[in-house]
Structures are given as structure tokens and as C-alpha cells.
């Protein structure tokens, strides 16, 4: 009978371990893990009047809100699977996902006004001292929402209590609890919460009210995306070009793509191909004609632009450095004695020469019109009614 009931309390107890681990550690989409002190406090300015920017706003009051632009560099954040631009932080320790307002003391698994993170989930006020500030740092990319706020039954005593959340540009999401001094204290239940009554993670049920665990922080990760993500890359244009990306992966002059870590930090380098130029990236991930820089947290298409340089095909060399689109108009505006130069490729025009000029076409360069590399082809005709036109390197098709 004794080694019966052995037998039975050590399945009643791997039972109760593996449930206990399995509640503790993921509500199938989030995993919540208490992280080591060397993650370090971060904090915020904490300034306040100030006026709000892009990077730093605050608030403070009772059941005051204000909401906030996630910064560009979050265009991949996404709150349990689902993507957002905006937020609304509330004074009663609360950020808000699609709901503008402010709520206390409510149920953490279905508060009923859509996803949250509840850092402190009880009556609290920054009205009489404190305030909630929110600031945007980088290297990692993140936003730092800190609480100096007391309990609403606490309120001008001065008793403030600092907390933490810190949302990373990968969807990664920590809280921290700093400092505590209240006199009245509840929590009814503070963590995260889809608020569909099924996923959510509760820092109070697992490690106990958060008005106990100053100095200690919490991490929770999105376990249920892929861990990579797939970059594309096409391209448009009349000219040709190469992407080539950092860390490697992409190296390509026609469409591609290839897979990198989910939250990696890719550079995508253009560079046109001869007589070609590099005129900018499409689909919203970058802009301008520099390099792009964009942090990889969903499956992302760029598309890059070469155009043929049709401005830079003629270059009369007088020292002026003077392009023109065609032979024609370049000839048209020389003086006597100017040398043409033209780039090894196939130029499509009629050429007529009806100047009491000379001047020398010189074919055969490279687009930067430093070394002959070729012939060039006139592929039209070439008349001389007036001057003299001496050619170099040049074909007449």
C-alpha cells in the first residue's frame, strides 16, 4: 500500500508541475519569463510641462489619457498577432491597444475594451504629484512608458511608486517594477490580456501583487510567430541595378528574396549598373536613394528603381562637364574644336552636322568617361552639309 500511494503522489505531483509550468509560461501566444536585474531599470526624462514631440509626451491627472505614435521603426510591431501604429497610456498604469481612454480595477482576461497591458491594474493618480511619460529611444529601437503615480486613496500624500513598460521595436515587451511606497495598495490582476477571455498572462498570479516585486522584471515574447521572416526583393525601372544586404543574404539584379530572423536589423545597399541610375525604393519599407535600413518583423517586399541615365549620355569635354540626352543636342551647343565623348552603347538618332564647326565624336567610354571600354554605334545616319567631323571609336549603322 505505501509504494501504491507513493506511485499515486508522484503523479499527482508531476500533474500539478507540468499544468503549474505550462499556465505559467504561455497563454499560447505570449511566453512570460522573470528576467535577470542585468536588463537594467531604463526610464524615461520624466519632465514634465513639456512640449510633447515625436519622440516624448506625458500626462497626469486622474483617469487621464493621452494616446501616442508608435515611431516608424515600429512598422512591424504587432500586439498578440495583430499590427499597430498607436497607443493610448492611461494613469492608471494601463497602455491601450485600440481603445482611447482610461480603466481601473477591471477583469485582466476580458476588461472589455480590447487589448492591454495592465503594468499596475488598480485605482491609481499622477493628479496631485507624478505623471506618465513616454519617450522613444533607439540602439535597440524602444519605447519606454514609465508610471510615477500614486493610489488613488493615497492621493497628496506624496507616495509615489515608479514603474515600467518597455515595448521593443520586435514586439518584444518588459515589465518593470522599480519602486514602491504606497499605503493603500490592490491589484487586481496586472499583466497582459487580449481581452477575449482566453490569453492572457497574469505577473499577479504567477509572482504575486505587483506592489511586492519593486526590482524585478518581467519579460513576455510573442513564441507563436515564425522565427524568420522572408525579404523580397523586385525590381522596376529602364536601367539595371544590383541589392545587396547586411547582413548577407540578398545579392541580386532581378528578383529575389531570402529568410532572416525575425527582428533583424537588415541594410539594403543599391548600386546601378553602367549608364543606369538608382532612383529610389517603393512599397512603403523604404524611401529615398540611400541605403535602406528596416528592422524585419514580418514577411516584407521592397522594390527598387533603376532608370537608364539618359541625361549623362554625351559629355562634351571642355572642362565645363556639360551632359546632354543625344548627339544632336550636343553637338548643337558646341564650339569649335570640342571633343563628343559617348558612352560604348547604341545611340538611335539621325545625326546632321551644319555648322562651320569642327569637332571631334569620340566613342567608346564607360559611364563615368574615364576609360574606353568598347565602340560606340550610331544607329541612324550621320550628314555633314557644313565644318569638319572627325570620329573616334564610333560606328554608323
Known amino acids: 500500500m505505501k509504494s501504491i500511494f507513493g506511485v499515486v503522489a508522484l503523479i499527482l505531483c508531476s500533474v500539478l508541475t507540468v499544468a503549474d509550468l505550462a499556465f505559467a509560461a504561455t497563454d499560447g501566444i505570449y511566453?512570460?519569463?522573470?528576467?535577470?536585474?542585468?536588463?537594467?531599470?531604463?526610464?524615461?526624462?520624466?519632465?514634465?510641462?513639456?512640449?510633447?514631440?515625436?519622440?516624448?509626451?506625458?500626462?497626469?491627472?486622474?483617469?487621464?489619457?493621452l494616446t501616442y505614435t508608435l515611431p516608424a521603426s515600429?512598422?512591424?510591431?504587432?500586439?498578440?498577432?495583430?499590427?499597430?501604429?498607436?497607443?493610448?497610456?492611461?494613469?492608471?498604469?494601463?497602455?491601450?491597444?485600440?481603445?482611447?481612454?482610461?480603466?481601473?480595477?477591471?477583469?485582466?482576461?476580458?476588461?472589455?475594451?480590447?487589448?492591454?497591458?495592465?503594468?499596475?491594474?488598480?485605482?491609481?493618480?499622477?493628479?496631485?504629484?507624478?505623471?506618465?511619460f513616454i519617450q522613444h529611444k533607439s540602439n535597440p529601437e524602444r519605447v519606454v512608458i514609465e508610471w510615477q503615480t500614486e493610489t488613488f486613496t493615497d492621493e497628496g500624500s506624496t507616495l509615489l511608486n515608479d514603474f515600467e513598460v518597455v515595448l521593443f521595436a520586435d514586439g518584444k515587451i518588459r515589465i518593470d517594477y522599480r519602486d514602491f511606497q504606497a499605503g493603500n495598495v490592490k491589484d487586481?490582476?496586472?499583466?497582459i490580456s487580449k481581452d477575449d477571455g482566453t490569453h492572457y498572462l497574469s505577473v499577479t498570479t504567477e509572482y504575486g501583487n505587483v506592489y511586492s516585486l519593486a526590482g524585478r522584471y518581467f519579460q513576455f515574447v510573442d513564441v507563436s510567430q515564425p522565427t524568420n521572416n522572408t525579404l523580397s526583393i523586385a525590381f522596376s525601372g529602364t536601367g539595371s541595378g544590383t541589392v545587396t544586404s547586411t547582413p548577407a543574404g540578398i545579392a541580386c539584379n532581378t528578383s529575389c528574396d531570402a529568410q532572416?530572423?525575425?527582428?533583424?536589423?537588415?541594410?539594403?545597399?543599391?548600386?546601378?549598373?553602367?549608364?543606369?541610375?538608382?532612383?529610389g525604393w517603393?512599397?512603403?519599407?523604404?524611401?529615398?536613394?540611400?541605403?535602406?535600413?528596416l528592422t524585419l518583423n514580418t514577411d516584407t517586399t521592397v522594390t527598387a528603381a533603376f532608370d537608364y541615365d539618359a541625361t549623362h549620355q554625351v559629355k562634351i569635354n571642355d572642362g565645363t562637364n556639360n551632359y546632354y540626352s543625344s548627339i544632336q543636342s550636343a553637338y548643337n551647343a558646341a564650339a569649335g574644336g570640342a571633343t563628343l565623348n559617348l558612352w560604348a552603347i547604341s545611340y538611335t538618332e539621325t545625326l546632321s552636322c551644319n555648322l562651320p564647326i569642327s569637332v571631334t565624336l569620340q566613342g567608346g567610354f564607360d559611364s563615368t568617361y574615364s576609360t574606353i571600354v568598347g565602340d560606340t554605334v550610331l544607329d541612324g545616319s550621320l550628314s555633314i552639309t557644313d565644318g569638319t567631323v572627325t570620329t573616334d571609336g564610333l560606328t554608323i549603322k
Open 31 to 65: 511566453q512570460l519569463t522573470e528576467v535577470t536585474s542585468s536588463e537594467a531599470w531604463d526610464g524615461t526624462d520624466a519632465v514634465l510641462p513639456q512640449a510633447p514631440t515625436a519622440d516624448y509626451d506625458a500626462v497626469f491627472g486622474d483617469d487621464a489619457y
Open 74 to 132: 515600429f512598422s512591424g510591431f504587432t500586439f498578440y498577432r495583430q499590427p499597430y501604429s498607436q497607443i493610448a497610456v492611461d494613469t492608471n498604469g494601463n497602455i491601450w491597444f485600440g481603445y482611447a481612454g482610461s480603466a481601473y480595477s477591471f477583469s485582466l482576461p476580458l476588461a472589455g475594451k480590447g487589448p492591454v497591458i495592465s503594468a499596475w491594474n488598480s485605482d491609481l493618480s499622477s493628479y496631485a504629484a507624478g505623471g506618465v
Open 188 to 191: 487586481f490582476g496586472s499583466g
Open 260 to 279: 532572416f530572423s525575425t527582428g533583424t536589423q537588415v541594410t539594403l545597399h543599391p548600386a546601378p549598373s553602367a549608364y543606369s541610375l538608382f532612383t
Open 282 to 293: 517603393a512599397n512603403g519599407a523604404c524611401s529615398g536613394t540611400g541605403d535602406c535600413l
